[in-house]
């Protein structure tokens, strides 16, 4: 673990978790690196205070350094805070703003922030004590197709779970192929019913990903499904296995 640079982005992360075995890093010096982006596992912004200028920036570096993660299998993107003056409320709804701002007069293909791939975007936040969000994928009730969707996690007794929630979603990306336990949502486990789970909103629009394909054969998201399906088995706990297209190319 290191603050630097993952190669090919040029701002630097204060969080770069790599794999320093089977990755040599590019360049070190004390506890600044420059790794590979094949070598990266984690990288997390960290705030003192998490204000919205300090979340749009931090988010926009996770975009730029998002566009190097080859989703094989796709490492994690966190913004994690000490303390905010935003409630979950303003600052979850900032998180589904920025990925969902249309401006006025342009096409969904030019939207600013505009997600291709499932899990190039964020993560997880997290505001110690008071503010967890989560991104997951879900499938839509009316297309049935999947979209990356923003979940607030909050506890039904008032214990201050936010810190415990991100540290479970940042080590289901640690713990790689045969390191990773059985177990591995053993968290949420051990909260049991404690835990509430609620839909902020989704972070794309009704075509987004493969869904854009005007092919009728393509266009189901296929390209899309077959990775959701290759990642979640994974975070699940098994080996990963690469996503395969139709004729196992």
């Known amino acids: 673990m290191a603050t630097g640079f993952v190669f090919g ?5 204060d969080v770069v978790i790599y794999d320093r075995i089977d990755y040599a890093p590019i ?11 094949e070598s990266v596992r984690a990288v997390i912004e960290v705030k003192t205070d ?4 300090f979340l749009r920036s931090s988010l926009e570096l996770i975009e730029e350094v998002s566009m190097l993660d080859d989703c094989s ?3 994690f ?23 969902r701002f249309e ?27 008071s503010v967890y969000g989560r991104v997951a994928v879900a499938r839509d009730g009316s ?37 990773k336990a059985p177990d591995t949502y053993s968290i949420s486990e051990m909260l049991g019913a404690d835990t509430q789970m609620t839909r902020v909103g989704r972070l794309t629009p009704e075509t987004w990903g493969s869904y854009l394909v005007a092919d009728p054969d393509t266009a189901d998201g296929g390209e899309t499904e077959r990775l959701v399906v290759a990642v979640e088995n994974w975070l699940a706990g098994r080996s990963w296995k690469a996503p395969q297209n139709p004729g196992g190319k």
Not at 9 to 13: I, Y
Not at 79 to 89: K, T
Request: glycine share 8%.
């Open 73 to 75: 299998p796709p490492f």
């Open 143 to 179: 297309s049935g197709r999947l979209h990356p969707t923003l979940y607030s996690l909050t506890s039904a007794t008032g214990l201050k779970t936010q810190a415990a929630h991100f540290l479970e979603s940042l080590l289901l990306y640690l713990r790689f192929d045969g390191l």
């Open 103 to 129: 401006p006025e007069g342009l096409s969904d293909l030019d939207r600013t922030h505009y997600i291709q791939t499932a899990y190039q975007h964020l993560t997880s936040l997290c505001v110690m004590g």
């Open 50 to 53: 998490l204000t919205k200028q």
């Open 27 to 37: 360049f070190r010096e004390g506890d600044l690196v420059v790794v590979s982006p």
């Open 77 to 99: 993107k966190g913004v994690f805070g000490f303390e905010s003056e935003l409630d979950a409320e303003s600052l979850l709804s900032n998180v589904v703003e920025f990925y």
């Open 9 to 13: 982005c040029a701002r630097q992360l």
